[in-house]
């Protein structure tokens, strides 16, 4: 037994290391590696990993400053919506098989790629302050309100069914269709995770889908995965790693694809 | 307030985890002292403990309250940092933010009790 619970300690901290250095948050991660690996039922899987989630967003603002460059009132405004969506996912998640919910996930997995994807592509702007001034510009005015709203609902609801942060669909909303500066963007997501994490939390909490001996070693491990994370952000080739993690991504969505349609 | 959120978090977050660390540590000690060890040796073992039965002697004794409230604590970091933001706001006279924070507040609140 104690060497399962090093070994979730273990997976916590590479989960919380990753997360903290890719803006990915570890549900991703933390999903699929206790369901495939310790063979968890999701559904305590999931539980699980929203508490790593807020872990995770604790780890870094204990180190880091948090909320730097983020918008707070955009945040919270939108973090309404994205809450009541996560009561609601969290609420939902009771009624679906591990089945349906695996097979859900292996989409998050794929769109997480996907957008990891994206930022690969994105060519890294030269290093000079006016570049970084305008990835934090505040001279501009969030548009399409009731779009962002709406899609701040849906990533709320797939945090909640799936454990996951929501960020991949948060940063592009506010990004892409809100005119929201992307660092901006970046920062208000990363401040706004952890808050849709605790809604899903306490309700999985009240269904008794979270259990201790799981939940404790890799929430620890998050947490100092995170702030270890967090302190070599400045010292990693992100992108290198992003590319590698693609990979990983893509094979994690066929087996919990697999997973989900053999109920192996 | 960047600085003051960063010190609310390492403020909650140390206690939560040395609560959560302590407890599960006296979860496996008591097992194995009463030769209960089936019961942790199979993950998922056994589910946090609700919160009206926090104060049950059986659950304090063997190390879940602790466990168990640490998790609690945890989980209401984002929350406590939501009404950090409502307090300031509201001494601020930033009554628009505020009111958009403490809707937030009340939805957050709504998690806890459906939980």
């Known amino acids: 037994m104690l060497w399962t619970l090093m070994a979730l300690a273990a997976v916590g901290f590479g989960a919380g290391v990753l997360g903290a250095l890719l803006g990915l948050g570890g549900g991703v991660l933390l999903v699929p590696a206790l369901t495939l690996i310790f063979k968890l039922p999701i559904r305590v899987a999931v539980g699980v990993s929203l508490i790593g989630v807020i872990a995770t967003s604790a780890g870094v603002s204990s180190v880091s400053r948090p909320g730097r460059g983020a918008d707070f009132g955009l945040a919270l405004r939108l973090e309404i919506a994205s809450t009541i969506g996560a009561i609601l996912g969290s609420l939902l998640a009771g009624y679906l098989s591990g089945q349906a919910l695996a097979i859900l996930f292996a989409g998050i997995v794929l769109a997480t790629a996907y957008y990891t994807y994206q930022k690969t592509r994105r060519k890294p702007g030269p290093a000079s302050d006016a570049a970084v001034e305008a990835l934090f510009r505040t001279d501009y005015q969030p548009v399409h309100w009731p779009t962002g709203l709406g899609m701040m609902s849906v990533a709320g609801a797939l945090s909640g069914l799936t454990g996951t942060g929501g960020g991949f669909i948060k940063v592009p909303v506010m990004y892409s269709i809100m005119n929201v500066p992307l660092g901006v963007a970046t920062a208000s997501s990363n401040f706004m995770v952890g808050i849709t994490a605790a809604a899903s939390a306490f309700v999985y909490y009240g269904r008794g889908d979270v259990y201790p001996l799981v939940a404790v070693p890799t929430a620890i491990g998050v947490f100092l995965g995170a702030i270890t994370g967090a302190r070599l952000a400045s010292h990693v080739r992100a992108d290198r790693l992003r590319i590698a993690l693609i990979g990983v991504l893509i094979l994690v969505a066929v087996q919990m694809l697999w997973k989900g349609i053999t109920g192996t | ?115």
Do not use: C
């Open chain 2, 1 to 115: 307030m960047a600085l003051t959120v960063r010190r609310l978090a390492r403020v909650v977050a140390v206690p939560a985890f040395a609560a959560m660390l302590g407890g599960l540590i006296l979860m496996l000690v008591t097992d194995l002292a009463l030769d209960e060890a089936a019961r942790m040796n199979a993950l998922p073992g056994p589910a946090a403990v609700s919160v009206v039965h926090l104060t049950h002697p059986a659950a304090i004794a063997s190390g879940q309250s602790a466990v168990s409230l640490g998790l609690l604590a945890l989980a209401a970091l984002p929350a406590m940092t939501v009404l950090f933001i409502l307090v300031r706001h509201l001494i601020s006279g930033r009554w628009v933010d505020a009111g958009v924070t403490a809707a937030l507040l009340a939805v957050l609140t709504l998690s806890v009790l459906i939980g």
